[in-house]
Structure formats: structure tokens, C-alpha cells
């Protein structure tokens, strides 16, 4: 199983920019992005359930960052718009074998995760 997240780069702040998670080898309950800044924690961002396509978002990114699948291309997509600076981050895919509470944010709950993409937002 692999988690192959690709769409960082640089962008201007109020940029808009599109993550893609792909999973080879089977899908899963739920999948999620994560982001780690520098010098900070890993922090939770979005979740969407396979079935069904529910989603949570993080109060940070409310409004801004939209979290979808593509059930025929088992990928999971992050639309991030009007990116702010502090929106730089190493950003993680993560997958879960089981499904959960919709809201948890918690990192354990998932088994596979991604490399990660590095998104860099300028003033």
C-alpha cells in the first residue's frame, strides 16, 4: 500500500492550489490531510469519509480549503484557496483502515501516510 501525495509548490498569498493524494493497492474508510509548519507540530486539517463523501474540516481552514475524492481515480484531492502565509507547511496524506468519528483529529487513527508536499505561501 502507498499514499503518493503530489500539487505543492509556490504560491502568492490569496493563490489557490490543489493537493492530490493517491492510493495503489485498495481504498480505505477515511482519509485525511495533515500539515506541519516549521518548528511546529503536525496538525490535522481535513477528513473525508470514503463512503458516503462526509467531510471535517480545521477551523483554520474553514471556508478556504475544500476536501473531495475521486472514487474512480482512488485519489483523494485539498482545494486550497486565498492561501495565506501561514498556510506554509509540509503537507501529509493519511489514510485509515477503519472508519471513526468523522471529527476526531487525532494522528493515530490512521495507518498509512503519504511522503508529504511542501506548500510555500509568499506575501
Known amino acids: 500500500v502507498q499514499l503518493q501525495a503530489s500539487g505543492g509548490g509556490l504560491v502568492q498569498a490569496g493563490d489557490s492550489l490543489r493537493l492530490s493524494c493517491s492510493a495503489s493497492?485498495?481504498?480505505?474508510?477515511?482519509y485525511a490531510w495533515f500539515r506541519q509548519a516549521p518548528g511546529k507540530e503536525r496538525e490535522f486539517v481535513a477528513t473525508i469519509r470514503w463512503i458516503g463523501g462526509s467531510t471535517y474540516n480545521a477551523d483554520s481552514v474553514k471556508g478556504r480549503f475544500t476536501i473531495s475524492r475521486d472514487n474512480a481515480k482512488n485519489t483523494v484531492y485539498l482545494q486550497m484557496n486565498s492561501l495565506k502565509p501561514e498556510d506554509t507547511a509540509v503537507y501529509y496524506c493519511?489514510?485509515?483502515?477503519?472508519?471513526?468519528?468523522?471529527?476526531?483529529?487525532?494522528?493515530?487513527?490512521?495507518?498509512?501516510w503519504g511522503q508529504g508536499t511542501l506548500v510555500t505561501v509568499s506575501s
Open positions: 493519511a489514510a485509515a483502515v477503519r472508519d471513526t468519528v468523522l471529527s476526531s483529529t487525532r494522528q493515530s487513527i490512521y495507518d498509512y
Open positions: 493497492g485498495r481504498t480505505f474508510s477515511k
